[in-house]
Every structure is written in C-alpha cells, then in structure tokens.
C-alpha cells in the first residue's frame, strides 16, 4: 500500500501510460508551441519564468513569459517544474527528486522522461539558453565613479574621529582623492563645535578637505527649499523630524541625499572603521539571490575574536563598490565570468528573465560587518539556516555562549545580487544618480524602511551584496538578554509596522515612472493618515495579524526542516513561536513599542498615525524636492562649511 504521507509523483503504469496522464504530451498548449529545438540532454536546467495557477482539479494553468505559450499540466507535473529551483542536469534533477519525494531509484527514468519534456516545451530553461545571446552583447558599461564619501553622526565625536582617520588614510595609501563630506546631527552647539574642531585638525594633519553640514547648514538648505515654493512643514520633517522624536537618522540621511543629489556616494556610519577583511569563507562565481537575506553568520564570543582580520587584505573600498553600483543584472554577471560563474540556487525564475533581457540596474551595493551585529536584538541568531545554523548548534557549550552575542561576522560568501527587503547602511554605495525614495526620518530601522521601499518603486532595482565585511566598533557598550530579544521580536517597533503598511501598497499596472510610483505610494500613506483612529488600527492588526501568521508558519517550516537538529535550539525556536502566539492576543500588541516609550501608551498609535501621514506628504513632494536640490546644486548652493586642508 502506497505511503499517504508521500508526495503524489508521476509513475508509469506497465502498459506505458502515466497515472496522472503526464507523459508525452507533458500537458495542453492553449497555443502554437515553439518549434525551435534544444539539446536537451546536455547543459543545466532550471524552471522557467512562469505564472502558474491552479484551475479544476489537479491542474495547473502554465504561463511561460519567454514563449508567451499557456499550457495545462496536471499538479504533479506542476510540482516537479517547482522543485527544479537550481541549475542542474536533467539527470541530475531526476535523481535529486527521487531522494526528495522518497520514491525507488527504478524511477530515476520515468522523471528523467517527464524532465526532458518540459524541457524541450521551454518550462525548463538551460544555463546556455540564458546567455544565448551574450556574444553579441557589447563591453560592460564603465563602471561608476564614485566621487564623494559621507558619514553620518550625531553626538559621537571620538568616534566619527577613528571613522574619518581610518578612511582618509585608507583611501590616500591607494591614490583616491574624492570629497570627504560629514552630516552631523547633533543639537548641542558645544558639540557641534568640538566637531568642527575635531574635523579641522583632520584635515590639517591628513591634507584633505572635508565639508561638513550640521543643523545650521540643513537650516540653511532648508530655507533654500522653501524660497523655491516647497510646503515648509514637509521640508521641516524631511530634515529634522517631528517632536518627541529625538532619533532622527533617517533625516541626516535624507540631508545626504538632497545634498549630493544627482551624484553617487558611499555612507558610512560614525561607529564603523575602514578595516576591511574579506568574507571568512570565499566562493566562486556571482549569485542571485530572491529570499529575505542572503547573508550568512559567524558567531563570536568577544570583540576581539570578531575582529581578528587574519583574512584581511588591503582593499580599496571605492573599487570594491563600483565594481557592480549603477550596473546592470548582466553587466554585473559578465565581469564575474559570465554564465558560467551564475549560482542561482535561491534566484527567482523572474530574477533570471530579468538577466536574460539584460535589465535591472544594481541601485545599491554594501559590505558586511566584523564586531558590533548592528542590530537591535540577537534573535536573528537562531533564525538562520544552512551554514549559520550548523556554525551555532556544533555543540551546546558553544550554543549557550553564541546564542544571543552581539559579536559576529556577517557577509556573504560570493558577490550577491539580492531582490530582497535586507539592506543596512554603516557602508554602503547609493547610485543617487537616481531618483531613490527619502529616508523616514525618525526612530531606528529607518535602513529597513528604504529597503522596503526601493523594492516597491523599483520592481527592477536591485542590491549588491560585498563578500568584504568592514569593522563595526560602537565605543558604548551593547548588550541584549534572552529577555529583550523576545520581548523586541513579540512588540512592533514604528519601523516595522510602517513596512508592513508600505508592502500592503500594490500599484496598478502600466509602465510608471519612479516618480509617479514614489507619489502614489505616498498617496497611499496619507490616505492612511486620513483614517478614523479606529479605523487605522484595525489595519494596522489585521497587517500584523498576517505577519504573526508567516512568521508562525516559518518557525514550523524551521522545526519540520531541521528536526535533526538539537534539542536545545528545537526549544528556543517553539519559545519564539509561543512568545510570538501569546504576544498577538493582547490587546496592546499592535501599539509601536519604541513610541510608547515617549509618550503615554494611549498616544502611542496616533503618533504612529501621525508620522505615517506625514511621510506620505514627503513621498508625494520628494521628486520636485529632489528635482530642486538639483538646481541648486547647478548654481553652486551647497550648504557646506568647508574645513579646508590649509
């Protein structure tokens, strides 16, 4: 008797006929199949870019984009064209889907011949159909010069001091000379002043100039933007935020972004230094990546053990960026080796298309970190997979200590191109040739928020991920417990929720210009904003309802996926589900907890609401603000103190 528990599978029967009616044909052409032919047993294979729906009973509808052909192919014959999710040979598929739906290994050729079949009606596609067409494809574009190196601070002197030192005298060792700018944020005047001082010492010791704006310089562009006819209280949130905010990041970023408007650059974050070591454990070729975060981690008990740089070479950080920023899918590729060195194992078939056509354009590119992990909480320990994971279960001595350290290294193994949400800025390239969303410029996370948001106005924009990792030394000390870390992965902070709400947002079809996208999602926005307070938080738990809910099937995916692993860490991961279950039936889980922390817990969502508003009103004025910035620019107004070199 069949086991219930396996996956249905095409099987022959004796006479040659398939159960499922699968077999030559594979399923029903609602139009002219291609009559172009392909080897099809040579080279690697993968699924195509389809649509797939299901319709009646056990069938799905198939829509290739590639062929532009419709074809209805029983669910199981659905099911192995989703399973070949890598490059592979038929073969090889066919033996890897007889280990994964436990059959006999006697059925390695029935698969095999359902194999070739999709793949010769183009539902499989090889890795030499992809760059078919590469030959006839001209020399990569130039790669972008990157001209200016920022770094945004506030309140932290020494430390914007070491950042500075080190990358200045990082960059001259390699004949680099770009403008070195700082946008300070800081309100105290005594502070700001030793800032000046700090960075006027700089220059007359290293030779450079560097340009810094703080509160009275954005005062300054801030007056220039409203001279030109912008709406003064948008300027003012873009710039400074809004009271009891007093975290605004996001504002000394879009400072940035205004200031070098039409121009790329590199940030880095004042507690970060150009100390540059290369990813622990290198790989071949370049990946594309579709999942959430193609990072992986390497755990550390201390400081010192992170940052040990024995791997470290000396690099130079502006090459390492240009090398893919402002490039397209297939540029990037094509200065990697081409085809040949593409791992696309977590790579989406619509990623793929993408490349096939020569589209998509890489808007972002960022290293790694050693030291500090950056985050708020260490949860993100124990919600990895693969290499990481294997790295913190190895033994439960080792696990008790690296659970929940704040000390990591974490990079990815080859140059990455990712379509996920993950993005953080402490070293980052911004092709600000283009017109990319603001920032939100209060609270933490605000880096999540961009990511979230350039995935939406650019359907082909991407980020490349570095396999370089540079140092991230906080002089204050950070710590997090068991405690916090559930506590931070149950409570929403304003960051989170506010993504949610952005992907809620879906656009209508057509082409759009970024700048009609960036309007209508802040359209969206300020509709929410314009809700009955009721109102509003009923869509914010029902957005969290659905988040509670993937999250929840993950941590379950996670334990059926690893059920070998050891027990301890099984326990931990049931106790973030549980936490998360009980956390999503109190009636004050959808309050952002970062803002219930300034004011009375009551005023925590209306504050919410209120921000949302006003980041909707700086979405739909953000291109004429950009577009202004330009101009200025143009006419030589730049709201810069310049600490020259003499």
């Not at 009923?538 to 334990?559: E, G, P, Y």
């Not at 907890?593 to 909707?616: F, N, S, T």
């Amino acid at each position: 008797m069949q086991d219930q528990h396996k996956p249905e599978t095409p099987e022959r029967r004796e006479n040659g006929s398939s159960e499922t009616g699968c077999c030559e044909p594979v399923g029903r052409n609602t139009h002219q199949s291609s009559s172009a032919k392909i080897d099809v047993d040579a080279g690697e294979f993968r699924i195509a870019h389809l649509d797939m729906v299901p319709v009646g009973l056990l069938q799905e509808l198939v829509y290739s984009h590639s062929s532009r052909e419709s074809r209805i192919l029983p669910a199981p014959m659905a099911d192995l064209l989703k399973r070949c999710r890598s490059f592979d040979t038929l073969e090889g598929h066919a033996e890897a889907l007889v280990d994964e739906l436990m059959l006999d290994p006697d059925q390695v050729p029935t698969l095999l011949d359902q194999l070739r079949s999709l793949a010769e009606q183009r539902l499989l596609v090889s890795r030499q159909e992809i760059g078919r067409n590469w030959a006839q494809i001209e020399d990569p574009a130039t790669p972008v010069e990157i001209e200016n190196v920022a770094m945004v601070t506030c309140d932290r002197v020494e430390s914007a001091r070491r950042c500075f030192d080190s990358t200045i005298r990082s960059l001259k060792e390699r004949g680099r000379t770009p403008r070195y700018l700082v946008f300070d944020d800081t309100r105290d005047r005594e502070t700001a002043y030793r800032y000046r001082e700090m960075l006027g010492e700089l220059t007359r010791a290293l030779g450079v100039p560097i340009s810094y704006a703080g509160r009275e310089e954005k005062q300054r562009l801030a007056g220039w933007l409203t001279e030109a006819g912008l709406p003064a209280p948008v300027v003012q949130f873009a710039l400074f935020g809004l009271p009891p905010c007093q975290m605004t990041v996001g504002a000394n970023h879009n400072a940035e972004l205004l200031t070098l408007a039409g121009e790329p650059f590199i940030n880095m974050d004042d507690d970060t230094l150009c100390r540059i070591a290369k990813a622990p454990e290198r790989a071949d070729g370049i990946e594309l990546f579709s999942r959430a975060d193609p990072t992986q981690l390497w755990y550390y008990p201390d400081r010192q053990a992170a940052l040990a740089a024995e791997d470290g070479e000396p690099t130079d950080v502006l090459a390492m960026h240009r090398r893919f920023l402002g490039q397209s899918l297939r540029g990037c590729v094509q200065s990697c080796g081409g085809v040949a060195s593409l791992v696309a194992d977590q790579a989406s078939p619509r990623i793929l298309a993408v490349l096939d056509r020569d589209g998509g354009k890489v808007l972002a590119t960022m290293t790694g970190l050693m030291g500090d992990s950056g985050m708020e909480v260490s949860s993100y320990n124990l919600l990895r997979d693969g290499a990481s994971l294997d790295r913190l279960t190895r033994s439960g001595a080792s696990y008790q200590r690296l659970a929940y350290t704040r000390e990591v290294r974490r990079t990815v193994l080859r140059p990455t191109l990712s379509e996920g949400l993950h993005l953080m800025t402490p070293n980052i390239a911004l092709d600000n040739r283009l017109l990319l969303p603001p920032f939100f410029p209060v609270q933490r996370n605000q880096d999540g928020i961009f990511g979230a948001t350039i995935r939406l106005l650019f359907p082909e924009g991407y980020v490349g991920f570095l396999p370089y990792m540079v140092a991230h030394e906080p002089l204050q000390g950070r710590a997090s417990s068991r405690k916090d870390n559930l506590i931070a992965f149950t409570r929403m902070r304003a960051a989170e929720i506010l993504i949610q709400l952005i992907l809620a947002f879906e656009l209508p079809g057509g082409t759009w210009l970024t700048a009609e996208r960036t309007r209508a999602l802040g359209y969206h926005l300020v509709d929410l904003g314009a809700l009955a307070p009721t109102d509003f938080a009923d869509v914010v738990s029902k957005r969290l309802a659905r988040l509670v809910a993937n999250q929840v099937s993950m941590f379950d995916r996670m334990i059926e996926e690893n059920e070998d692993r050891p027990e301890f860490w099984i326990r931990d991961v049931e106790e973030y589900r549980d936490t998360l279950l009980d956390a999503a039936i109190d009636p004050d889980y959808a309050l952002p907890r970062d803002l219930a922390a300034l004011v009375p817990p009551k005023q925590a969502l209306p504050l919410m609401q209120e921000l949302v508003r006003h980041y909707g009103e700086l979405l739909i004025l953000w291109p004429d603000m950009v577009q202004t910035a330009r101009s200025l620019r143009a006419e030589d107004r730049v709201p810069f103190t310049i600490l020259p070199a003499e």
